[in-house]
T-cell receptor, first 115, second 114 residues
């Protein structure tokens, strides 16, 4: 099994540019989660989807952030315009149908640096 | 509301000695509990999970955790530390009856001294 796939693994961009992060969940998983990890704030849930539908986006920091899941095998997280404070590692995770003991499987992350 | 507290931000042990990483949780319901490990510049990997089948849970790489409801704790242990155990460890709680989100602790960085 390929696991959760994220691309790119590293992204360096300049302030004001648009950034798009991509995620392919594990086949058959119907939940997808986007997290951000920084030294200051630790791991934060940004948004999650169930069956391609956004369920909770209360963690999205501001309108510059948007996420989509056009189909069961692909999701994007977009930042437009990007700012230096968006520099972080962004993780995507997926999980099977809601169940008490169903853990989330994490991708390797995308390290974003905004100059 | 659910929450999780990892009592130590850093723990240092010598190779071959026991490891103890402490975690306390707060939950309105019977929680689901997990430990994840993150090696430097890597993603998060599940170490073990509490499934209510047994209070002592065995995970990968020789790690164990014991669920103690009376103490609201889920501490992670390993009898003998190995250099490869150096990583960050996250305790995670889920109020599975409320929603599908999980709450991460702030993490404990484990240092292994030669």
């Amino acid at each position: 099994d390929a696991g959760v796939i994220q691309s790119p693994r590293h992204e360096v961009t300049e302030m004001g540019q648009e950034v798009t992060l991509r995620c392919k969940p594990i086949s058959g998983h119907d939940y997808l989660f986007w997290y951000r990890q920084t030294m200051m704030r630790g791991l934060e849930l940004l948004i999650y989807f169930n069956n391609n539908v956004p369920i909770d986006d209360s963690g999205m920091p501001e309108d510059r952030f948007s996420a989509k899941m056009p189909n069961a095998s692909f999701s994007t997280l977009k930042i437009q315009p990007s700012e230096p404070r968006d520099s972080a590692v962004y993780f995507c995770a997926s999980r099977t149908t809601s169940g008490r003991y169903n853990e989330q499987f994490f991708g390797p992350g995308t390290r974003l640096t905004v100059l | 509301a659910q929450s999780v507290t990892q009592l130590d931000s850093h723990v240092s042990v010598s190779e071959g000695t026991p490891v103890l990483l402490r975690c306390n949780y707060s939950s309105s319901y019977s929680p689901s509990l997990f430990w994840y490990v993150q090696h430097p510049n890597k993603g998060l990997q599940l170490l073990l999970k509490y499934t209510s089948a047994a209070t002592l849970v065995k995970g990968i790489n020789g790690f164990e955790a014991e669920f103690k409801k009376s103490e609201t704790s889920f501490h992670l242990t390993k009898p003998s530390a190995h250099m490869s155990d150096a990583a960050e460890y996250f305790c995670v709680v889920s109020d599975w009856r409320r929603d599908d989100k999980i709450i991460f602790g702030k993490g404990t960085r484990l240092h292994i001294l030669p």
